[in-house]
């Protein structure tokens, strides 16, 4: 289907890719999977035609690929659905497929039969979505769909799916999976992009490792023990360990409560009512419509409650307001790195030391060698791969964007964190280095509320409370068997 050959891209001094060659065969699921900053992304740009390769060459079916100016002809070979949305909001989801190929100029648009040539593509594949909803209220799960169908109208049967299950929960998972082997089973091709080793085994024939922007290894996925993956990514043994908090002694019971929600009411959830002590993790887990976000969110200020109240060591916070909750000391990874968590044009030191520049020099004008030193430390500590503080965070790889995120939350020491999705796009051993991290501040005392689906990431939590609905319908200690905390979540009974 595709087939790169020795490619070869530097961005200045940084080497993205080495002499990295793929080929992936017509009909497969083809894994790429490795570490952050491994290179995953450069390769998709150069097989997309969005990046040209400094050496090396790409053919489809055998034929040299297009020109990089020739946007319509690699559209006809190949498409990539990102994690962040191409489609355009406030159009329909109708004109998003077919706007701009109506010919015989602007005036003679068919609006009719646009509508019905946009049903016919969606009915084809199996996508069942409205074509008059605007694209914009569309969820990621069907937002996808519609991107991938787009992409299959232009001709297009070799489609990249980058990070595709980031943002979706079990449920929708076993959809898109579902939906990926029908699209198979017709012919088209996939090139899966996951940190998520489990979901390569479940849909994927073929996998490829890369490691420090080199190729490491193609297999059948079959031929390939799960072990054996890590070891190939990490260029070294051993897999993830987590600080299960089953392991470790409960708190006393004298412990003052570091963050107490009472009665929290507002948009997508209702009467929420919990605490979390100095040194205690507090999970909060539920499907994407359960309002766990929406919590978290009302906890560090982003949303107004509509009832209840938030303390805070204490104190009661003033909600709806950021800046307040940072000054009552709650740090905060948010939900959406890209427009909540990062100025992406800034460097990496100017974005982990932005909570704290009143901290590191007179009138919140950071000293140079302070704020290189605290970016440094935080380059380390954290397992950020870059050139130096002083690169760009536009310019890292999706999984060290959220490092960076993580650092600034931690920065100013906060007595209680919230964090949502921490690992998302995160490597399986920065994910180990990050959760650590996690643990090292619950061990200093800290308050910690972690939002997530990731059972990895619930693991470290002393309790966890399933939201269903907007309410609070289940919690679970430490030690939760992983059927019983699921069935939970998506709230089915289990018949044992
Ligand atoms: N535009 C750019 N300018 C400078 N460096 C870049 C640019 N794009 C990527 N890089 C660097 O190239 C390397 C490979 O990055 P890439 O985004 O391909 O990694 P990845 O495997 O996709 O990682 P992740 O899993 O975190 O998404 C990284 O060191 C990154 O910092």
């Known amino acids: 289907m595709v087939s790169a050959s020795r490619v070869g891209k530097r961005y200045g001094p940084t080497v993205a890719l080495r002499d990295v060659s793929l080929t992936v065969t ?17 390769l998709v740009s150069i097989l997309t035609g969005l990046s040209k390769p400094d050496t090396g060459t790409i053919e489809f079916g055998g034929e040299p690929a297009p020109p990089v100016a020739d946007r319509e002809a690699w559209r006809r070979h190949v498409a990539c659905v990102y994690q962040h949305s191409t489609v355009i909001p406030h159009l329909s989801v109708a004109e998003n497929l077919f706007l ?3 010919s015989g100029g602007r005036f003679a648009i068919s609006w009719r039969r646009l509508r019905a040539q946009a049903r016919e593509l969606l009915d084809s594949w199996g996508v069942e979505v409205d074509v008059d909803t605007s694209a914009g209220e569309l969820s990621v799960e069907d937002r996808q769909f519609v991107e991938i169908a787009r992409s299959l109208s232009y001709g297009a049967r070799f489609i990249v799916l980058d990070e595709p299950t980031a943002q979706l929960d079990h449920q929708a998972i076993d959809r898109l999976f579902a939906r990926m082997r029908e699209m198979q089973a017709a012919g088209v091709t996939f090139l899966f992009i ?49 600080a299960d908090a089953a392991a470790r002694e409960a708190l006393a019971s004298d412990v003052d409560e570091a963050l107490v929600v009472d009665g929290l009411s507002g948009d997508e959830f209702d009467d929420v009512t919990f605490s979390v002590r100095r040194g205690e993790v507090l999970g909060l887990a539920g499907s994407n419509a359960s309002g766990k976000h929406q919590v978290a969110e009302t906890v560090y ?7 209840g109240r938030i303390t805070v060591a204490g104190r009661p916070l003033k909600t709806g307001d950021v800046p307040a909750a940072l000054e009552a000391g709650i740090g905060c990874v948010p939900r959406d790195r ?96 990050l959760l650590a991290v996690v643990d090292r501040v619950r061990a200093d005392g800290k308050a910690v509320l972690i939002v997530s689906d990731e059972l990895d990431d619930l693991r470290l939590a002393d309790r966890v409370l399933v939201l269903r609905g907007g309410r609070v319908v289940g919690e679970h200690d430490a030690g939760w068997a992983d059927g019983d905390l699921v069935a939970d979540i998506e709230g089915v009974e289990l018949d044992v």
């Open 194 to 242: 996951s940190h998520h080793l489990r979901e390569v085994y479940e849909v994927c024939q073929a996998v490829t490792v890369l490691r420090d922007a080199g190729h490491v290894l193609t297999a059948p996925v079959a031929e390939i023990a799960h072990a054996e993956l890590i070891d190939a990514m990490t260029g070294e043994r051993g897999g993830l360990t987590v």
């Open 100 to 102: 701009n190929r109506q």
């Open 301 to 307: 200020g982003l949303r107004a409650p509509a009832a």
């Open 338 to 433: 890209h427009h909540q968590g990062l100025v992406l044009g800034l460097s990496i030191a100017d974005n982990a030391t932005m909570t704290v520049l009143d901290r590191l020099g007179p009138g919140g004008i950071a000293a140079p060698g302070a704020r290189t030193r605290t970016a440094r430390t935080a380059l380390s500590e954290y397992d950020i791969v870059a050139a130096g503080p002083d690169q760009a965070v536009s310019d890292l790889s999706g999984g060290n964007q959220q490092k960076v995120v993580l650092a600034r939350a931690l920065a100013r020491d906060p007595g209680v964190v919230v964090l949502i999705n921490p690992t998302a796009g995160v490597d399986v051993k920065s994910k180990g280095a």
């Open 26 to 42: 017509p009909g497969q699921s083809h894994a790429l999977v490795g570490r952050n900053g491994a290179g995953k992304s450069t």
